[in-house]
């Protein structure tokens, strides 16, 4: 008797096993594992962009200058602002 219940389980191991080879095949085929990782580093990408042209704004805005004139603040903080 302990011999059929041990073979159930077994059993039922193999086909776990098996669907989990599945999924992470499907995964794999699917590049759904590295799409997050793209993703986020884009978004901070994308914030890091937005929060330096604030800084440059708040620079030309506290150096009184015009942000559109040749020599101003966008051309002396070039490194920083684009």
Not at 38 to 58: E, F, K
Not at 66 to 71: E, N
Request: aromatic share 4%; hydrophobic share 40%.
């Amino acid at each position: 008797m302990d011999m059929k219940g041990q073979g159930a389980i077994e059993y039922l191991l193999i086909i776990a096993a098996a669907i989990l080879v599945v999924a992470i095949v499907i995964l794999a085929l699917t590049g759904a594992l590295g799409s997050g990782q793209d993703q986020s580093t884009q978004a901070i990408t994308d914030q890091n962009t937005q929060q330096n042209q604030l800084r440059c704004m708040n620079d030309c805005n506290a150096l009184g200058t015009d942000k559109t004139a040749p020599g101003s603040c966008y051309v002396l903080f070039s490194t920083e602002c684009s």
